[in-house]
């Protein structure tokens, strides 16, 4: 099997002169994509980066995050993806839990790095690769090696560094593209962030797997993407379900549908049957829906031809398993009751940075990786997700993790006590509510938002605070959250 890189690789042997990335009106051809991921490779050897050796992107999405991905990988070392959201509670345990030899970043997004104590040493960039510049690190052991690193949070609250293979890649795009039909001829309009694996583990890796090429832009705004779908240019959009609530708003702005697609995509949040069946309304085509991990990419689908079914995430993509299990016993369950999903395939990644106990318990014994979402799976094989047994928020389609966010707040000198869950949202699914008790009468709300901000992700902060007298608690002093909108209510 082969990498993307390697692939990416003979594409451009092959086809040089096809484009490969489209930006700002600037058509990148694959041979275009090759000198840049090129000029990368050769200044990150000459500046000493050994195989194995990491690379951390903070970047936002332009084609120098594509080549700088792609020249790490030929160069040999392992990526390190990182939201530019970040601020410093989450840059600093990233940063030194995964040790990167280097950081690429822009004069945007740096300002947050210069916060942090880093000793920081500029790049000159060179024109172009050196003329003696061969690079072929590729052999046995390369596929097995760690491609990237992507954060990700269990309900500890501290981010984990999910370690992914080429081989994983690979294998997962392998079945992605052969499921989707993606060819050579496909166009995607790609507006996801390229630093998760929505955008980069599927959107450019589809892509570059496939020969085929993406209009990239560097934040998805509804209108300019109604705009540029009324183009007519593209086979493929992918998307959050905020993005396709969004694009039905905008649809009723408008007296003429876009043309069609041939495939619009949605993931990494739950898309609700309302939605679906409304889009297919306005735009005449039904959302194909798939459920995917960090840790695993993309494990179930809905069929491209067959009953895409609302409210379901499809199947298993080929060559990859999927099953429901009783949440305690861990026995596979029938048809249609409810457990735990846990998935298996090659696509499944190596495990957790420096975490081998946190790696050892999201397995079972024999090899299946619990996803800690909870579903069911009817009896023509459809899953369906019904929940999630990790304590986590999905706003907008971005992970968020109560705990991360109650560590912090409870830093704040006006608090006493904290607990952060989960509430419906029309634009974003869910959003984020911090019930706070104070230790200071003049605690505004504000202030605890405003504190969020200054520490964390701005999309993290809470967009409702409600302030109580007390936390519900157990016997045993645990704060229990199913209990506290009775305490919202009564004003307790
Ligand atoms: C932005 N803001 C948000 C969110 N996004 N707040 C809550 N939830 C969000 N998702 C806040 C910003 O912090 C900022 O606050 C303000 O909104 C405006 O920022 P802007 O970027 O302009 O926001 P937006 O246009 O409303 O962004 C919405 C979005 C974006 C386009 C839906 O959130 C997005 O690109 N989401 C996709 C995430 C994604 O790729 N997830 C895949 C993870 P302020 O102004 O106060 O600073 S991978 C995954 O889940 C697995 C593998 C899978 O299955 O795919
Ligand atoms: P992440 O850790 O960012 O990779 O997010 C993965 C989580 O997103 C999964 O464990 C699910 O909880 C959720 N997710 C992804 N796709 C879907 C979907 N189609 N429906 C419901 N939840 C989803």
Not at 22 to 32: K, L, M, P, Q
Not at 258 to 272: F, K, N, Q, T
Not at 278 to 300: D, K, S, V, W
Request: proline share 5%; with cysteine.
């Amino acid at each position: 099997m082969f990498s993307i890189i390697e692939t990416f690789l003979s594409h451009c042997e092959k086809t040089p002169n096809k484009r490969c990335v489209v930006f700002n009106g600037t058509v990148f051809t694959y041979a275009d994509m090759r000198a840049m991921a090129a000029r990368w490779a050769n200044t990150l050897t000459e500046r000493g980066l050994k195989t194995g050796e990491r690379v951390a992107l903070f970047l936002d999405n332009s084609p120098e995050f594509i080549s700088a991905y792609l020249g790490t990988h030929w160069a040999g070392g392992t990526i390190v993806l990182i939201n530019t959201a970040y601020r410093q509670v989450e840059l600093n345990h990233i940063l030194s839990d995964s040790q990167p030899r280097f950081i690429v970043t822009d004069a945007h997004s740096r300002p947050a790095l210069d916060n942090l104590k880093l000793k920081i040493e500029n790049l000159e960039f060179p024109a172009q690769a050196s003329p003696h510049f061969s690079f072929s690190i590729f052999n046995s052991q390369f596929c097995d090696s760690v491609a990237f690193i992507a954060y990700t949070s269990g309900t500890t609250g501290k981010a984990k560094g999910a370690m992914l293979t080429h081989r994983n890649l690979a294998a997962n795009v392998a079945s992605v593209t052969e499921a989707w039909g993606w060819t050579a001829n496909d166009h995607l309009l790609l507006t996801l962030p390229l630093f998760h694996v929505h955008g980069l583990g599927v959107g450019v890796h589809g892509t570059l797997w496939s020969g085929a090429s993406l209009e990239l832009h560097p934040h998805f705004d509804v209108k300019t993407v109604y705009g540029r779908l009324s183009s007519g240019d593209f086979s493929l959009f992918f998307g959050v379900p905020t993005m396709y609530g969004r694009l039905l708003s905008e649809a009723a702005k408008h007296a003429k549908r876009p043309p069609a697609l041939r495939l619009y995509v949605c993931g990494s949040a739950a898309l609700s049957a309302e939605t679906m069946l409304a889009f297919e309304q306005a735009y005449g085509q039904r959302i194909l829906e798939r459920y995917g991990m960090t840790e695993t990419i993309m494990n179930m689908t809905n069929p491209l031809n067959g009953e895409r079914r609302p409210g379901t995430v499809g199947q298993p993509f080929p060559r990859q398993a999927g099953r429901v299990v009783h949440v305690r016993t861990r026995q596979p369950l029938p048809p249609d009751q409810d457990g735990e999903i846990e998935v298996r395939g090659a696509n499944v990644f190596k495990g957790y940075l420096n975490r081998p106990e946190a790696t050892a318990e999201c397995f079972t014994e024999d090899g299946w990786f619990k996803t800690g979402d909870l579903g069911r799976v009817s009896a023509d094989g459809y899953f369906t997700i019904t929940g999630r047994a990790k304590e986590l928020i999905i706003s907008g389609g971005f992970n968020i993790y109560p705990r991360e966010i109650e560590e912090v707040l409870a830093q704040h000198s006006g608090v006493a006590e904290v607990a952060v869950l989960g509430r419906p949202d029309p634009d974003f699914g869910e959003s984020v509510h911090a019930v706070v008790v104070k230790n200071d009468p003049n605690l505004s709300a504000e202030a605890v938002i405003a504190f969020c901000k200054d520490n964390l992700a701005s999309y993290k902060k809470p967009r409702y605070v409600t302030f109580v007298s007390a936390l519900p608690r157990n016997a045993l002093g645990k704060v229990q959250k199913h209990l506290i909108s009775q305490v919202i209510e009564t004003g307790r």
